[in-house]
């Protein structure tokens, strides 16, 4: 996991604009990785997945990208809705499907009307 | 499909009792399912790993006798926090794997609020 008691970084970004979200993972050898929404009081919602056998995937307006290298991961949501208003997590998997995940810090995105 | 559910939403309990939160696939079986805790405005982190049938895995730090964890059929695990203190009130996610898959689903969380 990432480090504790510092507020989570925001992203205001206007309705309609797109929005890019980063993530940085800790541990080389994960090879699964997931972003989630999280919306207030409730549990994390998968939004997209991608595999370190890949560097980009994409999905219903939104796309993840993965840099092995630099071991970043970064969400990219197209026109965004006010909707899409909720705090991002990325989060990764070692694999095999036996551990649980290792969420990264989170960033609350808002958007503006 | 793939629906998690929690029970209960949200608790609030004198310090020194003990809560059980129950995590429940409705449509799947789950071998395995997860418990995380969160804090306000903070990650979500790996509390333990439960297995049907098992003993639960902990994470470092994590006391397995103040936390305890049943996980006695492939559709339910149970989280038991003992004596709970004001330290404890937290946010408690539960998630579940479908056997043979890395997806977890995850359940929509209980507030723990210990006075």
């Known amino acids: 996991g990432e480090s504790v008691g510092l507020h989570l970084p925001t992203l205001s970004v206007q309705e309609g604009d797109n929005s890019i979200i980063n993530c940085a993972y800790s541990n080389s050898a994960s090879d699964y990785f997931i972003w989630y929404k999280q919306e207030s009081g409730k549990g994390p919602q998968f939004i997209i997945d991608?595999?370190?056998?890949?560097d980009k995937r994409q999905g219903q307006r939104v796309t993840v990208l993965l840099n092995k290298t630099v071991k970043h991961l970064s969400l990219q949501i197209a026109a965004t809705q006010p909707g899409d208003s909720a705090v991002y997590f990325c989060a990764e998997l070692l694999g095999g499907g036996a551990d649980g995940l290792t969420f990264g810090k989170g960033t609350h995105l808002i958007i503006q009307p | 499909g793939a629906v998690v559910s929690q029970h209960p939403s949200r608790v609030i309990c004198k310090s020194g009792t003990s809560v059980k939160i129950e995590c429940r696939s409705l449509d799947f079986q789950a071998t395995t399912m997860f418990w995380y805790r969160q804090f306000p405005k903070q990650s979500l982190m790996l509390m333990a790993t439960?297995?049907?049938?098992?003993?639960?895995?902990?994470e470092q730090g994590v006391e397995k006798d103040k936390f305890l964890i049943n996980h006695a059929s492939l559709t339910l695990s149970t989280l038991t926090v003992t004596s709970a203190h004001p330290e404890d009130s937290s946010f408690y996610i539960c998630s579940a794997a479908v056997t043979g898959s890395e997806t977890q689903y995850f359940g929509p969380g209980t507030r723990l609020l210990v006075l």
């Open positions: 991608i595999r370190s056998n890949m």
């Open positions: 439960s297995n049907e049938g098992s003993k639960a895995t902990y």
